[in-house]
Structures are given as C-alpha cells and as structure tokens.
C-alpha cells in the first residue's frame, strides 16, 4: 500500500469488533486525565510516552488495537508497536473506535 494511501486510511478496512471477539486487546494511549473522563470499557490505559518502556506487559500473541482522542498518538503508538513485532491497529479516536464495537 502506498504512503498516501496509508496516510488518508485507504486500503483494507478494519473489522475492530471481530479482532476483539477473537481476543485482541485495547490499549488507550491518552494521559490519565484524558482516560479517566471516558473509556472504552475493558481498556488498558498506557499513556504514548510510556508505551516504550511497558513493552514488555503488552502481551505479543494477540493483536493490539490502539486508541486516543483523535487518532494521531494511536498512530505513533502503532508505529512503535508494528516495529516491535506486534500486531498493531490504530483504531483513532476512543469515541468512534467504542461506537464501531457497539454496533
């Protein structure tokens, strides 16, 4: 897939809700404050400047979807992940990714 493509979300779409029914987890990578003001139920909160140094609590054989306020510290989040070895997914926003697991 091409940068642009990557960039603007194009390309093979995501179904959030089976990776979770098939045990992916949810790591939510806003500061505490953010979190604590509302969450996707069952999340892991690790803020994105932390995510480095916690590698090694995320477990690696299951898929991991990230999410945030908007999206873009969910994309770093699954940049560094993705690097790592993990299967990673950035989810964007915690709002919409909750909605897409609620349908």
């Known amino acids: 897939m ?3 493509a990557q ?3 194009f390309g093979p779409k995501v179904d959030y809700k089976e ?3 098939k045990g992916a987890i949810i790591i ?3 500061t505490p404050g953010e979190f604590s003001s509302g969450h996707i139920r069952n999340c ?3 803020p994105l400047q932390s995510i480095q ?3 090694s609590k995320i477990k690696k054989d299951k898929p991991v979807i990230l999410c945030c306020a ?3 510290r969910s994309g ?3 940049r560094i992940l993705k690097s790592k070895g993990f299967e990673a997914y950035n989810g964007g926003s915690w709002s919409s990714l909750n909605s897409k697991l609620n349908r």
Do not use: C, P, Q
Request: proline share 0%; charged share 20%; net charge negative.
């Open 53 to 55: 140094g916690k590698l």
């Open 7 to 9: 960039l603007f979300g």
């Open 70 to 72: 908007s999206g873009d």
């Open 76 to 78: 770093a989040a699954s």
């Open 28 to 30: 939510d990578v806003r």
């Open 19 to 21: 990776l979770v029914e």
């Open 2 to 4: 091409g940068f642009l």
């Open 44 to 46: 892991t909160n690790i």
